[in-house]
Structures are given as C-alpha cells and as structure tokens.
C-alpha cells in the first residue's frame, strides 16, 4: 500500500515537471515564429502595392502621346496637382498633373518613348511613409505598343531545315536557276534544293554561287568578248537590285534614293484629319475683294494713340460680329437711321457644326486662328470674340500664337471653335482655298491686300483702291451658294464700314 502511494506521487510531479518543459519549449519558439511572420510580411519579400500613373486621354481626339520629359524623378515626393511630366498630345505638348499624393517609385516609359496608347501604365507611386525602392512592379503587357521610336531591327528568322539534296532521278530547276547555274559553268547537281518536290530555286543557285569557287565559262570562238558589268557581285538572297536602297546620313544621295523621316503626333493627326475632312466635307468655294482703305486708315489713328493692333485682328473682328445674332444687326441699322426691315440681317445660320445627327446651330462665337509652328498648323481659339475689342483680340492673338509655338496650349484653349480663319496674307500669297476644319463649317482664306486702279461710278474717274481677296471655304451639306454669298457680302460690308463693329 505504502509502495503504490510512493509511485503515484513520484508520476504527479513527474508530470508537472514535463508540463513545465513543455512551456519553456513554446516560449522559445514564440521569438522565431513572430520573425518568420514579420519577415514573409515585409516589403521586401511582399512589395509595396502602387499607384499606377497611366497615359491619359489630354484631347478628345488622342489615342496615343508622346512622353517628352519628366518632371519629377525616382524617390520625389508628390503632391495632388503637381506637374508630373510633359507630354505630346495630337495637338501639343501638355503638363500631365498627379492626382493624388505620394512618392515617384518607378519610371516606367522614359523620356522619349513614342506611341504610347491612352492606359498604357507609364509610372509607379506609392503612398507616403512606404518604402518606394521595393515598389512591386505589376506586369507589363508584352503585346503593347513601343515605348520608345529607336528601330528595333526585327528578329533574324530561325533557319528552315534544308531538304536532302536529290541523290537519284532527273533534276528540276527554275528558269532563273538554270540560267545562272548555265552562266557560271556550275554543274547544277551540287546544289541543295529548297523548292517543293525538290526544286532548285534562283536562291538555291545564288547561294551555290557564294559557296563554291565559281570556273569560267569557256568562250565561243567567233564571240565577242562581253564588256564587263560594273556590279560583278551577284545580289544576295531574296533581294530586289531593282529597288534602290535606302540614302547613308553624311553621304549624297544616288539618284532614286530616299531618307525617311519620322512624323510627330501633330503631323500625324493634321495628316488624317485633312484626309478626312476633303474626302468626307462637299467644299465649295467663294471669293469676294474688299475694300481696306478704312481700315488702314484706322490702324494709322490708332499708332498715334500707341495702340498697335494688325489688319488680322480687323478681320477676326468683323467675322465674328457677322456671325452674331440679328438682335445686333437691328441695333446697327437703328444707330445708322435706316430701317431695320430692309436691311440684311447678320448670319447665325454660317455658325454651325456638322455631327453625326446633322446641323448643330452654336450659341458661341469662338473664332479658330491658324497658327503655324515647327510641327504643324494648330488653331487657338478666341472664345466670345464677337463681344470683344479689336484691341483685347490682338492681345489674345499675340498670347495664344507665342503659346502655340512653345507647345504650351492648354486643351481648353483650343478645342471647340465655331469658325476658322487663316491669314497668309503676309506670304504674298494673293488668294487661296483653305480645308475645312471639322465639324466646323467654314473657313475663310485671306490673301494680301494689292492696290488697284478703279472707276467711281459716281464721277466717272479712275481712283487707287487697296483690295484683299477673301476666300471662303464651306460645307455644301451646311451652307449653300446663296448663304456663302450673303455671308461674304455682309462680311465685307462691317469690315470696309470698321465703326460698325465698335459698336459691337
């Protein structure tokens, strides 16, 4: 009895004493397991998830751009409403803005990188506090368009497996390959068809050429020795000596030769956008001279004011007080003491746009201006031109054409215009016919202005005139002959009457 209660005591504290190891056993493995956790739990091993920064659309008609620099590099901190990089857009080069704050992690596409798509992922960010060095890069999409415009030759073609020569049985050859095999002497068996059924081809007799040393062909007695070809060596496989190759930079160029030249996005989209308007827009031409005299005249009282404002300024000014409502027109006729009713009225119906529904009548009048820079044609706009002074409009101009050739437009600024005008009057160009920018509806074309000599009806004697050819363009689906004329004749009435347009 004594024995049994001796041996269960010694298996209680026997038991106790391996509960206790066991505990000291977790505690010390506690310490590793949590670092084992914290280390597959860490940046480095996981990655800090991004914020991905993707190629906006800057334009309504944007479908790829241009990264021309950033502005902010690797490790920068970020705030809403900085500027990120420059991009070029179809129309110009636009400061891309983050929306968001954080750190710059990853430069995706570099300074240069060319044709790039609308949501083609461009840069990384990372929110602050994270560590961008271990920013996780997601994937990139190997089908994309290229990053950059340096030509990537393509890769060579892995060589087809040549078929057994023909050991036995009547050899076939091309034409072309008997003929040079018969020239060179070249026993026709050594080659190596690559043809169907064993065919020799002219590749297969050229590259037998290459490989083996060429005999001369034995001479005829009564022949004639043949004056040798300047290009003894024969073209190489597949090639075209009929096609002459591309020009060497630094070195003149043969005759047939020619250099390609890489388009921009702006050319690219002028190209395509002429394209479409002249073969989708029934043009049809009108032309009118007009008299600028007063507004000559004009211009001289104002430098001696030191107000200096040029003939185009005039001009845009008396197309947009045409296009205005006849509610204008009537208040013009009153100040002039004539009757309202038998007066033409001003031409709202030539300010409209075509879409896909039809004629869109416009409530504004923004006047588009041609504007040409090293990259192309580009039409800023004056917005409300109408209600301004031909003194505000020249400072408009002024600002809007400096921008333009700096590439620094804004979208807003323009997109949207109603009416176009393009001045190539200080060219010397007489007259011409401009495109229609769509949807637009007209465009007018202006030349320089010439003097004439003319008869005065009134008193039969010869006077000198100084005359400006006007040239409108417009959309036949749009605007007729009748509503062209009318529209031109009211045009030249305000622009040889410019006190009518002060009152606008």
Not at 266 to 284: E, G, N, Y
Not at 475 to 492: H, T
Request: charged share 20%; proline share 9%; net charge neutral.
């Amino acid at each position: 009895m004594a024995a049994s209660l001796r041996l269960g005591r010694q298996g209680i504290l026997f038991g106790f004493r391996l509960a206790a190891a066991f505990d000291r056993c977790l505690l010390a493995t506690h310490p590793c397991q949590d670092n084992v956790r914290h280390l597959f739990r860490s940046p480095r091993i996981l990655g800090v998830s991004p914020v991905k920064v993707e190629m906006p659309a800057l334009s309504p008609t944007m479908e790829e751009g241009s990264i021309v620099k950033w502005l902010k590099k690797e490790g920068e901190a970020v705030a809403a409403g900085d500027a990120l990089c420059e991009i070029e857009t179809d129309k110009a080069v636009v400061t891309m803005e983050s929306n968001e704050d954080g750190i710059m992690a990853k430069i995706l596409m570099e300074e240069g990188s060319r044709n790039v798509r609308l949501g083609t992922l461009i840069a990384l960010m990372v929110e602050e506090g994270q560590d961008w060095k271990h920013v996780e890069v997601p994937h990139l999409d190997a089908a994309g368009p290229p990053s950059t415009d340096a030509v990537v030759p393509p890769a060579a073609p892995s060589p087809a497996r040549p078929p057994k020569p023909v050991v036995s049985g009547l050899l076939r050859l091309s034409p072309a390959a008997r003929h040079i095999l018969n020239t060179h002497g070249v026993d026709a068996k050594l080659a190596t068809p690559t043809g169907r059924r064993g065919l020799i081809t002219k590749e297969d007799a050229l590259n037998l050429l290459k490989k083996s040393p060429v005999p001369k062909p034995a001479r005829a007695a009564a022949a004639p020795r043949p004056v040798p070809s300047p290009a003894s060596t024969p073209p190489p496989s597949g090639s075209r000596p009929n096609i002459p190759p591309l020009s060497v930079p630094g070195k003149p160029g043969a005759p047939g030769t020619f250099t390609e030249i890489p388009a921009s996005n702006v050319r690219r989209v002028i190209a395509q956008r002429l394209t479409q308007s002249k073969t989708t827009i029934p043009h049809a031409y009108a032309s009118v001279d007009c008299d600028m005299a007063a507004v000559m005249h004009l211009r001289k009282d104002l430098a001696k004011e030191q107000i200096k404002v040029s003939v185009n300024d005039f001009i845009i000014k008396a197309a947009a007080v045409t296009l205005k409502v006849p509610l204008l027109c009537s208040l013009l006729n009153d100040s002039d003491g004539e009757s309202t009713r038998s007066q033409t009225i001003e031409m709202p119906e030539v300010n409209v746009t075509w879409s896909g529904d039809g004629p869109r009548a416009l409530d504004s009048i923004h006047i588009s201006v041609a504007v040409a820079t090293d990259k192309g044609l580009i039409t800023p706009i004056i917005k409300d031109a109408a209600d301004k002074g031909v003194q505000e409009i020249s400072a408009n101009v002024k600002a809007l054409a400096q921008k333009a050739r700096d590439g620094k437009l804004l979208p807003e600024e323009y997109q949207g215009g109603s009416f176009s005008i393009s001045n190539l009057g200080m060219f010397g160009i007489s007259g011409f016919s401009a495109v229609i920018n769509p949807p637009q509806a007209c465009i007018l074309a202006i030349g320089t202005s010439r003097s004439e000599l003319r008869l005065c009806e009134d008193d039969q004697t010869l006077s000198t005139q100084q005359l400006m050819t006007v040239t409108l363009s417009s959309d036949g689906r749009l605007v007729d002959d009748e509503l062209a004329s009318r529209f031109l004749d009211k045009f030249r009435g305000n622009l040889e009457h410019p006190q009518r347009m002060a009152l606008a």
